[in-house]
C-alpha cells in the first residue's frame, strides 16, 4: 500500500516538504495545525529513507549546504553564499539516492526546483525572522513608569487602567477605585503596578468640604 513512498522522487517531496513546514509551524505556531501535517509527510519521508539506499556522501554535502545558507541569513544581501548552498544542495539532492544501475534516482529537473523553492521559501522566512528580532520595539514600556491614567472600574488586586491612550492591566496593593487617576510605580512585563493618587482639583474638593456635626 505504501511502496509509491519508495520512489526516490515521491521520498525526496515529502521530505522536503515535510521540513520547509515544520520550520514554518517553530516560526509562527498556532493551532498545531502545521505541526501535524509536518510531522505525518515527515513521517512518510522517513519510512521511504530507511527503505531506500542512501549514499553517504550525497548526505554529508546536503548538509554542509546549510552553513553557507546560515551565514548567508546574517549576511544581508551576500548572495555568493547562498548560491553555493543552493549547488550544493542540488548535488546532493541529485545523488542522494543511488538508483540500481549506478545513475542517479532523483530527476535533476526536479531536484533543482524544488531545491531552489524550498530554499528561498527558509531565506525569506529566515530573513523577516531576523529582522523582527532586531527591530527596535515602537513603544517604549519605560515610558510608562511614572505617568498617571485612570481607572476604568473598581479593582482590589488587578484591574484595567487607561494610561498614555491605552488600556493596560494594572495590580495595585491598595483599593483604586472607578474614575480615580492612579499613577504608574513600576511594570512586571505588560502589567503595570499602579496606586491611586489625588490630583490637586480632588486634594481641593476634599478640603472645602463642611465637616458633618455629629
Given at each position: 500500500?505504501?511502496e509509491?513512498l519508495?520512489?526516490?522522487?515521491?521520498?525526496y517531496v515529502?521530505?522536503v516538504?515535510?521540513?520547509?513546514i515544520?520550520?514554518l509551524?517553530?516560526?509562527?505556531?498556532?493551532t498545531?495545525f502545521?505541526?501535524v501535517i509536518?510531522?505525518?509527510?515527515?513521517?512518510l519521508?522517513?519510512y521511504?529513507?530507511f527503505?531506500?539506499?542512501i549514499?553517504?556522501?550525497?548526505?554529508v554535502l546536503?548538509?554542509?549546504?546549510i552553513?553557507p545558507f546560515?551565514?548567508?541569513?546574517?549576511i544581508v544581501?551576500?548572495?555568493?553564499?547562498l548560491?553555493?548552498?543552493?549547488?550544493g544542495?542540488?548535488?546532493?539532492?541529485?545523488?542522494?539516492?543511488?538508483?540500481?544501475?549506478g545513475?542517479p534516482?532523483i530527476h535533476p529537473?526536479?531536484?533543482v526546483?524544488v531545491?531552489f523553492?524550498a530554499?528561498?521559501?527558509l531565506?525569506?522566512?529566515?530573513?523577516?525572522?531576523m529582522?523582527?528580532?532586531?527591530?527596535?520595539?515602537?513603544?517604549?514600556l519605560?515610558?510608562l513608569?511614572?505617568?498617571?491614567?485612570?481607572?476604568r472600574?473598581?479593582?482590589?488586586?488587578e484591574g484595567?487602567?487607561?494610561v498614555?491612550g491605552?488600556e493596560?492591566?494594572?495590580?495595585?496593593?491598595?483599593?483604586?477605585h472607578?474614575g480615580?487617576h492612579?499613577?504608574v510605580?513600576g511594570?512586571?512585563?505588560l502589567?503595570l503596578?499602579?496606586?491611586?493618587v489625588?490630583t490637586?482639583?480632588e486634594?481641593s474638593?476634599?478640603?472645602?468640604k463642611?465637616?458633618?456635626?455629629?
Amino acid at each position: 500500500m505504501m511502496e509509491f513512498l519508495l520512489d526516490p522522487n515521491v521520498a525526496y517531496v515529502l521530505l522536503v516538504t515535510g521540513f520547509v513546514i515544520a520550520v514554518l509551524a517553530l516560526i509562527s505556531p498556532g493551532t498545531g495545525f502545521l505541526e501535524v501535517i509536518g510531522l505525518f509527510i515527515l513521517f512518510l519521508a522517513g519510512y521511504a529513507m530507511f527503505r531506500l539506499p542512501i549514499q553517504i556522501w550525497a548526505l554529508v554535502l546536503i548538509v554542509l549546504s546549510i552553513i553557507p545558507f546560515v551565514i548567508s541569513l546574517r549576511i544581508v544581501k551576500h548572495w555568493g553564499l547562498l548560491l553555493l548552498s543552493l549547488v550544493g544542495l542540488i548535488i546532493g539532492t541529485i545523488f542522494l539516492f543511488p538508483a540500481e544501475n549506478g545513475s542517479p534516482a532523483i530527476h535533476p529537473v526536479l531536484a533543482v526546483v524544488v531545491s531552489f523553492s524550498a530554499l528561498m521559501v527558509l531565506w525569506i522566512i529566515g530573513r523577516r525572522s531576523m529582522e523582527a528580532v532586531s527591530q527596535k520595539p515602537a513603544f517604549d514600556l519605560e515610558r510608562l513608569v511614572g505617568q498617571t491614567g485612570e481607572a476604568r472600574a473598581d479593582f482590589k488586586d488587578e484591574g484595567t487602567v487607561y494610561v498614555m491612550g491605552e488600556e493596560w492591566t494594572a495590580r495595585t496593593s491598595h483599593p483604586v477605585h472607578q474614575g480615580s487617576h492612579v499613577k504608574v510605580t513600576g511594570r512586571e512585563g505588560l502589567v503595570l503596578l499602579v496606586e491611586e493618587v489625588k490630583t490637586v482639583d480632588e486634594l481641593s474638593d476634599s478640603a472645602n468640604k463642611p465637616e458633618s456635626n455629629e
